[in-house]
């Protein structure tokens, strides 16, 4: 499928209740062009990545997934949209269900979304089957051994977690990877190798990601366009060379004064 843009926002404001948590936010996801959306704490970025999810509507204005409204009432639209854009949250140790073993895990989407529901794959043996061949493939190309199958979450460290959680988010093989923070409960050394990670995974199974983070560096290195959000508005955007390079709004300044690593 050829989306482009996968993502398109336009004219949209969001409130939570009477105050206004986002307000006329456009900018839209191309295909191949990972983005960065940073902002202090309380800015709306997690807000912002619920909204593109669908678990949260807009108030005014359109959220388009390859050129649909999301909220189209079109079974076949949602399946779609829900095998093309997958999540990963922040804490790795909360997201996973820790009475469920790695396989279950891992293959969720593919049982939810009915994806192993394929022609031929008529007997609950066969369904099986392709899921965990799924599973492994999505296992190997998070850098984890298909021994860890039959395990449990409670036996994998913290970046072990993450990406597990991450098998769980491409096993369906979406186009869009959305990312909340999703190496801030990490050590810093894990955080590079997780944030390698999904470097390597947009190479290799052509995904694009969006991430929010607070960290610059990260963003800096995993994307190649940013937004700036502040108090739910877009300070700045472009790409992230310019953005962070060259920032033209003081808000990008103080939040880029606020990380010293960056300019050593
Ligand atoms: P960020 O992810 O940038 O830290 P959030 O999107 O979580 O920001 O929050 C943006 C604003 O919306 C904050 O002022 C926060 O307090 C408020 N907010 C977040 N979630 C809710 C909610 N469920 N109900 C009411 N207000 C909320
Ligand atoms: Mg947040």
Not at 11 to 16: C, G, P, R, T, V
Not at 25 to 47: D, H, P, W, Y
């Amino acid at each position: 499928m050829n989306f482009n843009p996968l993502i398109e926002i336009s004219n949209l404001d969001f409130s939570y209740g009477v105050k206004t948590t986002l307000e006329n936010i456009n900018f839209e996801i191309a295909v191949g062009k990972n983005l960065g959306i940073v902002g202090e704490s309380g800015s709306g970025k997690s807000t912002l990545l619920k909204l593109i999810l669908g678990i949260l509507s807009p108030t005014s204005g359109s959220i388009r997934f390859n050129g649909s409204p999301l909220d189209l009432p079109n079974k076949d639209f949602e399946r779609q949209f829900r095998q093309n854009v997958q999540v990963v949250f922040q804490d790795p140790y909360s997201s996973l269900d820790p009475r469920q073993r790695i396989d279950h895990l891992v293959s969720e989407p593919l049982r939810s979304l009915g994806l192993d529901r394929a022609d031929g794959r008529d007997s609950k043996k066969a369904r099986f089957l392709w899921r965990e061949e799924r599973a492994v493939e999505a296992l190997e190309s998070v850098g984890l051994s298909p021994d860890h199958l039959e395990r449990y979450p409670r036996e994998f460290s913290g970046g072990q977690r993450q990406r597990i959680a991450i098998a769980r988010a491409i096993v369906s093989k979406p186009a869009l990877l959305l990312a909340d923070e999703p190496v801030s409960a990490l050590d810093v050394t894990t955080r590079v190798l997780i944030i390698e990670l999904l470097t390597e995974l947009q190479e290799t199974l052509g995904l694009t990601i969006a991430m929010v983070s607070h960290d610059l560096s990260l963003v800096a290195t995993l994307a190649s366009q940013t937004i700036v959000l502040e108090q739910g508005k877009i300070v700045e955007s472009g790409a992230t060379k310019e953005v962070l390079g060259n920032p033209a709004h003081p808000y990008t300044r103080k939040l880029l004064a606020a990380l010293p690593r960056l300019h050593s």
